[in-house]
């Protein structure tokens, strides 16, 4: 006679299959066209590579789960360089999961207008995300961000909002911005605001290989594996149904472990593995592994300031330090 489990059977060995992903980000471009002075893409990613719309659409069908919160169409590279730019968005709503939250995050330096206005006639991406960092001035965002132009900048937030006004009028507009004090916040709110924008503020990240660490403290390594690369299971509040699973995908499909290094691993290839597989397979576990037994060793990881849930240190917490004028956390100036 045969027993049926009323459960199905789990294990170390044979974990559940995740249903939910917190946090996406998918680079459908590899590389950008800046030389921003923190970031260190230009120099690990010199060339662009656009993700073909099959290899897209094939990496979206391996992710085999019901629901992600988050899903970015950035990582590190800069999306509006590719050139079926609509075609790729319109692959998103014809998956089994469905994403609340689809963003686009740009540096708004080159737009192919034509895409552009047919990927947001489409309806699916209801967040646009400019990157501006600096004191609001032309002259520190062009410093800052070479070789961006500020009347580039300025084109695009309003000709955005015309466009999301015409075409896409739920999709909220906002900016990731970089500033050192009160004064620099507050020069974007009046430019910004009045543009219908929304201004987020964040200081500067360490990150690993960068130009310049703009951050003004040494880079101090923590022990044990980092939040990004950690289990779903270590985070205590169990957000979004227990599940904070997070996915990072590089601009051919290979499977990363974070959004703050564009190649600190491999953990499997999104085009021919499933994500459940790559999430429990042997490259993800000898990466925790390497970082909890000697992490300052590591090449890229042993560089980087970013802890484990609970103890996330400086840089994480530095995109979360927005400031408003209720709410001061920045220095006068
Ligand atoms: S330690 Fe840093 S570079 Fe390594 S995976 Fe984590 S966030 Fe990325």
């Known amino acids: 006679m045969s027993v049926i489990p009323l459960h199905p059977v789990q294990g170390p060995a044979s974990p559940a299959k995740p249903k939910h992903i917190f946090m996406l980000q998918f680079d459908i471009v590899r590389g950008c066209q800046l030389r921003c002075l923190g970031c260190p893409t230009p120099m690990i990613e010199p060339k662009v590579y656009r993700i073909p719309v099959e290899d897209f659409a094939r990496c979206l069908r391996n992710i085999d ?76 965002y062009e410093r800052l961000r070479p070789p961006s132009k500020w009347e580039k900048l300025m084109e695009f937030l309003e000709r955005a909002r015309v466009l999301r006004d015409r075409w896409a ?11 050192r004090t009160r004064q620099d916040a507050q020069r974007w709110e009046n430019l910004l605001r009045p543009m219908g924008w929304t201004p987020e503020f964040r200081k500067w990240m360490a990150l690993p290989q960068a130009k310049e660490n703009l951050t003004g403290r040494v880079v101090v390594v923590p022990r044990g594996h980092c939040v990004y690369a950690a289990d779903a299971s270590e985070f205590v509040h169990k957000q979004w149904f227990g599940e904070m699973n997070q996915l990072y995908v590089d601009g051919d499909g290979t499977v990363v472990p974070c959004c703050i290094h564009p190649h600190a691993a491999v953990l499997g290839d999104l085009r021919t593995q499933r994500y459940s597989e790559i999430l429990r397979d042997e490259p993800r576990r000898r990466l925790l592994a390497a970082m909890d037994s000697s992490r300052a060793t590591m090449s890229i990881c042993g560089e980087c300031d970013v802890g484990p849930p609970g103890d996330e240190g400086p840089s994480y917490w530095s995109t979360f330090a927005y400031w408003n004028p209720e709410k001061p956390e920045l220095p006068e100036g």
């Open 65 to 140: 789960v019901e629901r992600i919160a988050y899903l970015r169409l950035y990582r590190e590279g800069e999306p509006l360089l590719h050139r079926q730019l609509a075609s790729l968005v319109a692959e998103i709503p014809r998956q089994s999961w469905k994403a609340s939250i689809v963003e686009i995050s740009t540096n708004a330096q080159w737009v192919d207008w034509g895409q552009f206005e047919e990927a947001m006639r489409l309806e699916v991406v209801n967040r646009l995300v400019v990157s501006c960092d600096g004191d609001g001035t032309p002259e520190e």
């Open 169 to 179: 009028p739920a999709m909220q507009l906002g900016t990731r911005t970089i500033v």
